[in-house]
């Protein structure tokens, strides 16, 4: 399995990503906020998505949950990429260096930190903010895949 393959099909990725609904997939897809290798397949043809997009979705997901604007959540996500990749070949004990920080600033907006603060920046942290586990959600997802790479072989 290549982090940048496009491999993966819709049904997978509704496997993948807990609570995940096909219509927003779907929407999300159409609308370019996945990764996919192509946007419009053709009737019948399914989309192929790679284990990189899969993972920044279970994350997008997980921000529109929390309440982050789809759009806002995608362009969050796209600064994943390199925290993404660098977790995939990690173990679990290695993970917790990879996470990110989210926090909702005074004027509605949001802001990702892709680096953790350090020192003096920790006392300007705000009361409330996120933090996204990339390199255990990504370390997730790589099993889930493998399993189910596993399971399509067995059957």
């Known amino acids: 399995m290549w982090i ?23 929407n999300w897809s159409r609308d370019g906020f996945v990764d996919v290798e192509d946007r419009f397949p053709g009737y019948g043809a399914d989309r192929k998505y790679s284990a990189l997009g899969a993972i920044k979705l279970a994350a997008m997901h997980q921000l529109v949950e929390l309440g982050v604007a789809v759009s806002v959540a995608h ?19 290695s993970s917790h260096h990879e996470r990110v920080l989210v926090w909702k600033v005074d004027d509605g907006t949001y802001t ?44």
């Open 4 to 26: 940048y393959e496009h491999f993966l099909t819709h049904g997978d990725l509704l496997r993948l990503v807990p609570g995940l609904k096909a219509k927003s997939l779907a």
């Open 112 to 155: 990702l930190s892709t680096r953790p603060p350090v020192g003096l920046e920790r006392q300007n942290l705000p009361p409330a903010y996120i933090v996204l586990e990339i390199g255990l959600l990504t370390i997730a997802m790589r099993e889930r895949m493998e399993r189910l790479h596993l399971e399509e072989e067995a059957a």
């Open 75 to 93: 362009e969050m996500t796209c600064e994943l990429g390199p925290k993404v990749v660098a977790a995939w070949h990690m173990r679990r004990e």
